[in-house]
């Protein structure tokens, strides 16, 4: 029965991030630039693995470290030029903007900012809120504005959901 479960789960995540790709790339310059530029940077990305843990001769592996590098940045440069064509930005930009927009609005109260020696607001913000009358139990807390933060969950991560 599990397994049917993670089936499912596995198949919604497929389907939401297929119709979000094809939602993005739905200019023909920015699909033809990815039908190019994907493979490239896959293949650049193989030829950098290949080279740093195959042992080779030095000659083809630094032959296949460079090719690597530039399969890398010309298969990213084509993506971009895409998204740059249709008007949006790169799905890798977007998910590097949404967690850390979920770190920042989480850092405040977590372990790590405590052991870099920040405080923690949310013990200053529980006491005002006892005062009020409300708990601050629940999923998230309240920042500085009032307005309440969620909790950063093994699902926030997850880039084709919203924010």
């Given at each position: ?101 979920r770190l920042k609005a989480n ?57």
């Amino acid at each position: 029965m599990k397994n049917r479960t993670g089936i499912r789960r596995v198949s919604k995540a497929v389907s939401r991030f297929t119709v979000d790709y094809m939602r993005r790339h739905r200019h023909p310059v920015n699909a033809a630039l990815h039908i190019v530029g994907v493979p490239a940077a896959f293949y650049g990305f193989w030829l950098l693995l290949k080279s740093l843990i195959s042992p080779a001769s030095p000659r083809t592996q630094g032959t296949n470290l460079l090719t690597g590098i530039l399969c890398v940045i010309f298969g990213y440069l084509l993506q971009y030029l895409g998204h740059r064509s249709q008007g949006n930005e790169v799905g890798e930009v977007i998910l590097i903007k949404k967690v850390g927009r979920r770190l920042k609005a989480n850092m405040s109260g977590t372990a790590i900012w405590q052991l870099l020696g920040g405080s923690d607001p949310r013990s200053k913000s529980a006491r005002v809120d006892s005062h009020k009358g409300s708990s601050s139990s629940g999923n998230g807390h309240k920042n500085g504005n009032g307005h309440k933060v969620p909790s950063l969950t093994s699902h926030s991560l997850v880039w084709w959901r919203k924010a």
